[in-house]
Antibody
Framework: EVQLLESGGGLVQPGGSLRLSCAAS????????MTWVRQAPGKGLEWVSG????????YYADSVKGRFTISRDNSKNTLYLQMNRLRAEDTAVYYC??????????????WGQGTLVTVSS | DIQLTQSPSFLSASVGDRVTITCRAS??????LAWYQQKPGKAPKLLMY???TLQSGVPSRFSGSGSGTEFTLTISSLQPEDFATYYC?????????FGQGTRLEIK
């Protein structure tokens, strides 16, 4: 059974940092691109960042570029999102998802349950 | 960035109805479009990819069509478990973008 378990969310002050983790199991992690998506309270889905299966390619939304860093450790089957210089508008539930190499651009298949990040003083 | 506009944003329908949601892209994205269903407090679920390919395990009452800039998701006969919010997503180019969502509620 595929499982993605996010952790690391919480309350942080503006300007602070957090590192999210996504522990994967039930599939060959190193064969899959991975991604982070967030959802602000009561709002829609926003893609945040993605990483290739090897980790050699990384991609970011303009809203987080220069502040967030995506990485992965294939030996630990874990995806990370380092979030620096956090802003109130980064408050959201953060989901990780895997991207099987299906046709049509590698959609987001399995998703974690999400972890809430709240940026507030 | 490629913008996706869904219509309608809100839809009220009854069990057994046939409903269609439209997603329009600001530029051509071939068939690099996926659809997701999200229920309150839950993670999104992949329904359709490559515009018209049903994800494994998704009921056949869901269907998708389109290419280029206009796409549709159709539910042929609404079931109680289908009342949720639906999002389209383009995977043609970075940044990956989602539509604003269509909330489907019971009439």
């Amino acid at each position: 059974e595929v499982q993605l378990l996010e952790s690391g969310g919480g309350l942080v002050q503006p300007g602070g940092s957090l590192r999210l983790s996504c522990a994967a199991s039930g599939f060959t992690f190193s064969n899959y691109a991975m991604t982070w998506v967030r959802q602000a309270p009561g709002k829609g889905l926003e893609w945040v960042s993605g990483i290739s299966d090897s980790g050699g390619g990384t991609y970011y939304a303009d809203s987080v570029k220069g502040r967030f860093t995506i990485s992965r450790d294939n030996s630990k089957n874990t995806l990370y999102l380092q979030m620096n210089r956090l802003r109130a508008e980064d408050t959201a539930v953060y989901y990780c998802a895997n991207r099987p190499k299906l046709s049509g651009g590698w959609p987001f298949d399995y998703w974690g349950q999400g972890t809430l990040v709240t940026v507030s003083s | 960035d490629i913008q996706l506009t869904q219509s309608p944003s809100f839809l009220s329908a009854s069990v057994g109805d046939r409903v269609t949601i439209t997603c329009r892209a600001s530029q051509g994205i071939s068939s690099y479009l996926a659809w997701y269903q999200q229920k309150p407090g839950k993670a999104p679920k992949l329904l359709m990819y490559a515009a018209s390919t049903l994800q494994s395990g998704v009921p056949s009452r869901f269907s998708g069509s389109g290419s280029g800039t206009e796409f549709t998701l159709t539910i042929s006969s609404l079931q109680p478990e289908d009342f949720a919010t639906y999002y389209c997503q383009q995977l043609n180019s970075y940044p990956i973008t989602f539509g604003q969502g269509t909330r489907l509620e019971i009439k």
